[in-house]
């Protein structure tokens, strides 16, 4: 991929000779009659080996000194996953929950499922009254916590695979949050848009707001000493002291003084859950998604599977519109499946047959090539009820290494700041996630999502993700992974970057760069980020489709490997982020 002086994108140099994959595609710009959109890129060096790429460069940096301080590409993922729950707390952090998926250098394929638990004492319908659903029961305050995953995820990642012990991963997190960072504008934005929320709890209020119950602006410098006790305090009992523990007994005190539901002993029941990675094919290259709980991995193999039908380069060559009216009559079929059959495998049936080819091909003969068309109701894929995958807001996190390893990590607190709950005295946000439960089944959530029975509330149940790490191999190889934060959008937003990488030949920063579709069905809506071509966005409208416009959808981060044996490293240019390179010292 050439490049001149002036591109946004920074190649950091040449060859890793230890790594010389072949990607299968080209690094072509994207075609003239889509803008392109810049993206912060990076390239590593001849000696370099190590690619990190995060929302936010303190985090980021932190991966790459832990690599160069003698960790893998585990390590480095995981050090940039606990620093973002310090730098970037109103997306991701240790109150929240995780996917975990890892390609291991010698081939093996590892999927750790940190996702969040309902509690013990849950019900079907603790959010309704009088019938009906809440909304603010699921999204704020004490009963919108499930029970945290992510530290349980990352301590399991690094102790079985990585290389580092945990500890050396907190503590310079402890020390950015002792210390204080400034805040960007979108950190500062997202704290004045929840900070009327987070007034309301004593514990949010002392942790991220100014004296008066001002948000910080951009540029102010966020210290969070409580955060920083706790980083340290696990720093030293490890995960004893989260789930069994002092934090433990301290949010199980707060919950009962404040209407809660959740218990020590839920923290104590909690175990992450080693799952059988996805594992489908389209054209040449094999994606690896994540299982159940996940929505995401199943729902983009299907995607893939139905839009394997078509010849979507020549399509795309001819008639951008085109392409994109195939490929969001393909995310509407999919996600009116995942309203009804998705859910948690450990509890409830998700037929794997919804990733069967020969029924993808009977859903793409649906779409109707010149118009959008309703879908009424979810399909039936084949052997519904026997063949189930078993019991055996938002960040993404890539990072890759010399050795083989790759891993992509998406983690999240749900929406913005979660609960917007913070337990005195601990600094640490903690999740709404019980929102991704149907909290009155065929009712929408946050997000607009509908869901079923497959995703009603249940005691130790953990809701349907969106979350959707995945990997790309080329004759057994990684030679990709992206994924995304921003709810459902996270699933079509790796669905597009991986198409316009290898099918439309985009080079990896304008596949993540470039203007996004996103349609889930309900509503029977098509959302366009604004910078698509107006012809392109008239096009689609021709064909019937409703449009809603909007300034950015999801946030993706990326990295593949070129034909010449070079890491380049993408960050999202929607928001400040960093991809960067680095070596291990000797």
């Given at each position: ?15 890793l000779p230890s790594l ?133 995820a990352y301590d399991l ?87 069994r523990g002092p934090y ?339």
């Amino acid at each position: 991929m050439k490049l001149a002086a002036t591109s946004p994108l920074v190649r950091i140099a040449l060859i890793l000779p230890s790594l010389l994959l072949v990607c299968g595609c080209a690094q072509s710009a994207a075609p003239p009659k889509e803008k392109k959109a810049a993206a912060s890129a990076a390239a590593s060096e001849k000696t370099a080996v190590c690619m990190v790429a995060s929302v936010q460069p303190l985090a980021t940096e932190a991966g790459v000194a832990a690599f160069e301080a003698g960790g893998n590409a585990i390590d480095a993922a995981v050090a940039t996953a606990v620093t973002l729950g310090v730098v970037d707390n109103h997306n991701s952090g240790l109150g929240g929950g995780c996917f975990i998926l890892i390609h291991l250098a010698d081939g093996t394929l590892v999927a750790i499922d940190g996702r969040e638990e309902a509690p013990a004492a849950a019900t079907r319908d603790m959010f309704l009254r009088d019938g009906e659903a809440v909304p603010e029961l699921s999204q704020t305050g004490p009963l919108a916590i499930g029970i945290p995953g992510a530290f349980a995820a990352y301590d399991l990642a690094v102790s079985k695979y990585g290389k580092l012990p945990i500890k050396e991963l907190l503590l310079p997190a402890a020390k950015i949050a002792e210390d204080g960072f400034p805040i960007d504008r979108i950190y500062a934005g997202k704290l004045s848009a929840s900070a009327k929320t987070l007034d309301k709890f004593a514990g949010s209020r002392g942790a991220l707001l100014q004296a008066d119950g001002g948000a910080y602006e951009e540029g102010d410098v966020l210290k969070q000493p409580d955060l920083a006790r706790s980083y340290r305090a696990m720093a030293e009992g490890g995960t004893d002291w989260f789930y069994r523990g002092p934090y433990a007994e301290k949010v199980a005190r707060w919950m009962t003084d404040n209407g809660g539901i959740i218990t020590a002993a839920d923290f104590a029941s909690y175990q992450p859950v080693e799952r059988e990675p996805l594992k489908t094919t389209y054209r040449d290259w094999t994606i690896v998604g994540f299982p159940p709980p996940s929505s995401g991995g199943v729902h983009v193999a299907q995607m893939l599977n139905m839009l394997e039908t078509f010849d979507l380069k020549k399509e795309y060559k001819d008639n951008p519109a085109q392409a994109i009216h195939l490929i969001a009559e393909a995310m509407k079929l999919a996600f009116a499946d995942r309203a009804y059959w998705l859910g948690d495998p450990d509890e409830v049936g998700v037929p794997r047959g919804l990733i069967d080819k020969g029924y993808a091909v009977a859903l793409a003969e649906r779409i109707d090539p010149k118009k959008a068309t309703a879908v009424p109701s979810h399909g039936e894929p084949p052997a519904a009820a026997e063949d189930v995958f078993g019991k055996k807001h938002t960040t993404h996190i890539t990072a890759a290494d010399s050795d083989g390893n790759w891993v992509a990590i998406t983690a999240t607190v749900n929406t913005t700041f979660g609960s917007k709950v913070i337990v005195p005295g601990t600094g640490i946000v903690l999740n709404n996630e019980m929102d991704d439960f149907s909290a009155q089944p065929g009712k929408p959530n946050a997000f607009g999502l509908i869901g079923a029975e497959n995703n009603a509330v249940a005691p130790g149940k953990r809701p349907l993700s969106s979350m959707t790490p995945t990997i790309v191999l080329k004759d057994g190889k990684p030679v990709m992974t992206v994924g995304a934060a921003g709810g459902p959008k996270i699933i079509t937003s790796v669905l597009l970057a991986i198409l316009r990488r290898l099918d439309f030949d985009q080079s990896l920063a304008d596949a993540v760069g470039s203007p996004r579709i996103h349609q889930q069905w309900m509503p029977d809506v098509l959302t366009v980020e604004k910078k698509m071509p107006d012809e392109i966005v008239k096009e689609l409208e021709k064909r019937g489709h409703k449009i809603d416009l909007i300034d950015s959808g999801a946030v993706a981060q990326a990295i593949e490997i070129d034909e010449k044996g070079q890491f380049i490293g993408v960050h999202d240019p929607r928001v400040p982020g960093k991809a960067a390179a680095g070596k291990r010292k000797n």
